[in-house]
């Protein structure tokens, strides 16, 4: 009986070895990809399948012009009331909260971690192209349907989730789908893109049930690690800075020239001096008023116990704002749904905390890791911060540590080549001297793209191309593989809407390539800018400092801040 058995168990092995040398290798652009997508991407339906079913959250059901009627008007009004009331903060508070509360509470939580409502959505299990053209627009994000475009509609599948549970309980969700993908394709691995609030999910999935099913992974625009908006948000640190609200109209309008034109007047009038001080400033004294009213009637009952917000708070400021919106102790439950992948406890650190080591160990399991983001972006402007981010995410968080110069600044020392933090061998400080990736997880993993936004993704302009190179490897690719088109840094010009590898080595100003920003690259420049040199493909990447495409002598005023070690700002 014994030597049956060893007959059959070496006949199992033999042909288990020949079916490994004779079954096709699958190339990594044959695979399918799975796109885990960020939050709000998958639409929650308040009486889901009835025919009073209604989309719970902002979407193309809502009307958005009734919506900005009653909070617009109702803020409005709310200052009225506090300016008739002697500034009284609870008056604009009546007014302005409960039209806030109409479009949250469909989608609120209790303070204990559980939803106040049961919301539904359509599971989307086959690839985009077997969706009709309609089905596509209600169901997925334009970051689904442009990376589809590029992929290939029929080989991409999108994961549709309910965004505002524990990423660690999404993550095993996530983990049926990738199973059920790897069964209808039957492949042993997929691709994975995991976007924006995905990336939280995938962290968890890879956390649990490692990388040896994952092909090629990319985070794009990742919140792995957390935001300072719901940081901010969740601690407190709420305030509204004219500064960073100009900011913020001037680049969110870049999308052609008139548009920047006509932020440009705004936020001059915004940022008037008379108005900036008296009418914004009252303005800002009002809501700073109201915030007490804003937390106890609207963000605690309605947002505070929501797993998935918790899971985009960054590790320095958790503590804080569990103190700050449980004053009396966080319940117990909601604790035990968040501290899985919030704590920073040095003994039972969470998942978030252990980002690194999660990555690695599924590298280990054969899965490629990459990121790529973008930068030069002002922040949504609920607080005073100027972090380098994409708008939404700062990109010292989507990175995992980045050394970042402020937005509108750049890391001092001008007159001198910047020396990175960490000495590797590499550079990863950016032409323009505000990141340097040498102090982040994964330097020789992560793409940054100048200008981008962070869900601007499009298959036509560029933006994709290098997560698309990434999904499509067959081996592990870093910043040095394909430098020329596919560098650590490149810049996207929102005017021409086309991004640009920067392979620049060289010194930002340096036109005469000499090793230092002086006044002879001023001279240059100038010659540049009035037509008498034709400037070289180096000289444009050095000197034009606006980047507008081309050198003129807006850029020769800035390469005399630079030689002086004048501070200056960009727009």
């Known amino acids: 009986m014994k030597a049956t058995k060893k007959i059959v168990c070496l006949a199992l092995a033999i042909v288990m070895s020949v079916l490994a040398f004779v079954m096709p290798v699958v190339a990594a652009d044959e695979l399918p990809l799975v796109i885990v997508d960020g939050f709000n991407s998958t639409k929650l339906y308040t009486d889901f399948g009835t025919e009073n079913q209604k989309e719970a959250f902002f979407g193309s059901d809502t009307d958005i012009e009734a919506m900005i009627t009653d909070v617009g008007g109702a803020f409005v009004s709310g200052l009225i009331q506090y300016g008739m009331n002697h500034k009284d903060f609870e008056a604009f508070g009546n007014r302005f909260i409960p039209a806030l509360n109409k479009y949250f509470e469909p989608i609120a939580y209790n303070t204990d971690g559980t939803p106040k409502n049961e919301l539904g959505y359509y599971v989307t299990d086959k690839t985009i192209s077997e969706y009709t053209e309609e089905e596509k627009a209600n169901l997925f994000t334009s970051f689904v349907l442009e990376t589809a475009k590029k992929y290939g509609e029929d080989n991409t599948y999108s994961f549709s989730y309910d965004w505002r549970k524990s990423p660690i309980e999404v993550a095993a969700e996530l983990n049926a789908f990738i199973n059920y993908v790897r069964t209808q394709e039957g492949c042993k691995k997929v691709n994975v893109a995991a976007m924006s609030m995905g990336s939280t999910i995938m962290l968890s999935y890879?956390?649990?049930?490692?990388?040896?099913?994952?092909?090629?992974?990319?985070?794009?625009?990742?919140?792995?690690?957390?935001?300072?908006?719901?940081?901010?948000?969740?601690?407190?640190?709420?305030?509204?800075?004219?500064?960073?609200?100009?900011?913020?109209?001037?680049?969110?309008?870049?999308?052609?020239?008139?548009?920047?034109?006509?932020?440009?007047?705004?936020?001059?009038?915004?940022?008037?001096?008379?108005?900036?001080?008296?009418?914004?400033?009252?303005?800002?004294?009002?809501?700073?008023?109201?915030?007490?009213?804003?937390?106890?009637?609207?963000?605690?009952?309605?947002?505070?116990?929501?797993?998935?917000?918790?899971?985009?708070?960054?590790?320095?400021?958790?503590?804080?704002?569990?103190?700050?919106?449980?004053?009396?102790?966080?319940?117990?439950?909601?604790?035990?749904?968040?501290?899985?992948?919030?704590?920073?406890?040095?003994?039972?650190?969470?998942?978030?905390?252990?980002?690194?080591?999660?990555?690695?160990?599924?590298?280990?399991?054969?899965?490629?890791?990459?990121?790529?983001?973008?930068y030069n972006r002002q922040m949504i402007p609920i607080s005073s911060d100027y972090e380098q981010s994409d708008e939404v995410i700062d990109v010292k968080y989507m990175t995992g540590g980045a050394n970042c110069a402020l937005y509108l600044q750049a890391h001092d020392d001008w007159a001198q080549i910047y020396t990175q933090k960490i000495k590797d061998?590499?550079?990863?400080?950016?032409?323009?001297?505000?990141?340097?990736?040498?102090?982040?997880?994964?330097?020789?993993?992560?793409?940054?793209?100048?200008?981008?936004?962070?869900?601007?993704?499009?298959?036509?302009?560029?933006?994709?191309?290098?997560?698309?190179w990434l999904l499509t490897a067959d081996e592990q690719y870093t910043v040095h593989t394909d430098k020329e088109n596919h560098p650590q840094f490149s810049l996207y010009n929102t005017y021409k809407r086309h991004v640009t590898p920067i392979t620049l080595d060289g010194l930002l100003g340096d036109v005469d390539n000499s090793g230092a920003v002086n006044t002879l690259d001023a001279k240059l420049a100038l010659k540049i800018a009035a037509g008498q040199l034709k400037a070289t493909d180096y000289q444009l990447e050095v000197g034009d400092i606006d980047e507008d495409g081309e050198i003129t002598t807006v850029d020769v005023r800035y390469i005399l801040h630079i030689a002086g070690e004048i501070p200056y700002v960009i727009a």
């Open 206 to 374: 890879l956390d649990e049930f490692g990388g040896r099913r994952i092909n090629n992974c990319v985070f794009a625009s990742p919140a792995w690690q957390g935001t300072s908006l719901v940081g901010n948000l969740f601690s407190g640190n709420i305030e509204i800075d004219i500064f960073a609200v100009e900011n913020y109209l001037v680049k969110s309008a870049d999308v052609s020239a008139t548009t920047h034109i006509a932020a440009y007047i705004i936020s001059y009038i915004a940022s008037y001096e008379g108005l900036s001080h008296e009418y914004f400033g009252d303005i800002n004294a009002a809501i700073q008023g109201v915030n007490p009213y804003i937390y106890r009637d609207s963000i605690i009952p309605l947002m505070s116990g929501m797993p998935g917000m918790w899971a985009l708070v960054p590790g320095d400021y958790y503590e804080d704002a569990k103190d700050f919106l449980f004053p009396e102790g966080i319940d117990p439950n909601l604790e035990a749904i968040i501290a899985p992948y919030n704590s920073v406890d040095e003994n039972n650190l969470g998942v978030q905390a252990r980002a690194k080591e999660i990555i690695e160990a599924a590298e280990d399991d054969g899965m490629r890791f990459s990121i790529v983001c973008g």
């Open 425 to 468: 061998g590499h550079n990863h400080v950016s032409w323009d001297y505000k990141i340097d990736m040498s102090t982040a997880m994964f330097p020789e993993q992560t793409w940054l793209i100048k200008n981008m936004s962070h869900s601007d993704y499009n298959a036509d302009n560029g933006t994709l191309d290098t997560v698309i």
